[in-house]
């Protein structure tokens, strides 16, 4: 079977973003399909491919997987008009190579929204099997957050959203408020697939150089942030809760925010303004560098917006990168990753919105270094357990596998 793979925002471990789509590929290269990965250029991301682009687009072969990537750029930090330019000229190039490519199955990946589109056209004008993925509930999520107000993009994304669900012959969610979100527009739960973010554990077992950044001792408490400094994330959480370990004299806890985001700036202005020295900013990091960073950390932070549609309806990279790495987590938000946490016993759950229990939970786990290792370990069983990549990615395999002949 050949697949035509569609994720705008697609990169190789060697990027500093999330891989999910590169290890399913790779896993049904390794189950005998063919796999043609059609994405965007994604700061933060690497495709593997360097050579020239010609007619605003690159094709080359990386780790037997067939790569087409278009000449758009995008990053996290553009405004809310130049992604969705991005967004949009990506749907359109892509529908060429829906109506034109030779392939089996079309596989459509979000965010954003618009990568459905070319799915559309594939099942519709071609006749062709379309499963697609949801990773978040779009125009949900960015209405709850206030980001998208204007009435006639949201009809037009719940349009889309719908058309999406309708044309696809399958549909996979990425956490249990995913599935009930699709399902509430009318999908037959029998067509829906939840198959959560997985661990690599892979790529955090192997032996690594541990490393620090600058202004981190060995014997200080390391609580590690690696993801994106977006208005999701909401990292003025940390610095508040920075602020009250400063009030309370705790300089032996240390904050790192790795990563980057259309925020990041704001908040590494607030941290110097506010004497905040015991938050770290640190630039993306591949897997591999993640992985010997992790090695020194004590604690990974689970941070996100107090939004309720965020309470069920997100599957974030982190935390499952963080249980690979055998590091506890401490999450700032209800919803079924806290649950989770606390069911497993494998890090603390705060509420949203009390930089004084945020810290509380940062001096405990600096009190009880033994006690935070056994919470990491069990997050590390866990991982093993319920979100092996390979796993996850085998069942993912069975569900394109079965598609309607």
Avoid at 25 to 46: P, W
Avoid at 49 to 58: A, E, H, I
Avoid at 60 to 80: K, P, R
Avoid at 105 to 119: R, S
Wanted: aromatic share 10%.
């Amino acid at each position: 079977m050949k697949v035509l793979y569609f994720h705008q925002h697609f990169s190789t471990p060697q990027g500093a973003t999330g891989i999910r789509s590169y290890e399913m590929a790779r896993r049904l290269i390794a189950r005998g399909h063919q796999v043609t990965m059609v994405c965007g250029s994604y700061g933060g991301g690497k495709t593997g491919l360097d050579s020239p682009f010609l007619g605003g687009k690159r094709k080359g072969v990386v780790d037997g997987i067939e790569i087409i990537e278009f000449d758009l750029a995008y990053s996290n930090s553009d405004g809310l008009l130049a992604r969705a330019l991005s967004f949009l000229k990506f749907a359109i190039r892509s529908i060429g190579l829906a109506l034109t490519e030779p392939y089996d199955l079309v596989f459509a990946t979000t965010t954003p929204l618009t990568a459905g589109i070319p799915g559309i056209f594939a099942r519709w004008f071609r006749r062709k099997p379309f499963i697609f993925e949801v990773r978040d509930l779009w125009p949900e999520l960015p209405k709850a957050m206030g980001v998208i107000r204007n009435p006639l993009i949201l009809s037009a994304m719940s349009l889309l959203e719908w058309a999406s669900y309708r044309s696809a012959h399958r549909v996979i969610g990425l956490s249990p408020g995913i599935v009930d979100g699709i399902a509430l527009r009318g999908v037959d739960r029998e067509r829906i697939a939840m198959i959560p973010n997985g661990c690599d554990l892979d790529i955090f077992s192997v032996p690594v150089e541990p490393w620090l950044p600058v202004g981190i001792e060995k014997d200080h408490l390391l609580a590690v942030f690696a993801g994106t400094h977006g208005v999701a994330n909401k990292l003025d959480a940390v610095l508040d809760a920075a602020k009250e370990l400063k009030f309370r004299k705790r300089d032996d806890i240390k904050l790192l925010l790795i990563g980057q985001g259309k925020l990041k700036p704001g908040l590494e202005a607030r941290a110097t303004k506010e004497g905040l020295d015991n938050v770290i900013f640190h630039d993306p990091v591949n897997k591999e560098k993640l992985s010997g960073l992790m090695a020194s950390a004590d604690l990974g932070l689970q941070v996100l917006a107090n939004i309720p549609a965020f309470y069920y309806g997100t599957s974030p990279n982190k935390f499952f990168d963080y249980i690979a790495a055998g590091l506890p987590v401490l999450n700032n938000y209800p919803g079924w990753l806290a649950e989770m946490i606390s069911k497993e016993d494998c890090g603390f759950v705060v509420p949203p919105d009390s930089p004084s229990l945020f810290a509380d939970a940062l001096v405990e786990a600096a009190d009880a270094r033994n006690d935070l290792k056994a919470k990491g370990l069990r997050g590390r069983e866990l991982a093993v357990r319920e979100f092996d990549r390979r796993k996850l990615a085998d069942r993912f395999v069975d569900w394109l596998e079965g598609h309607p002949k």
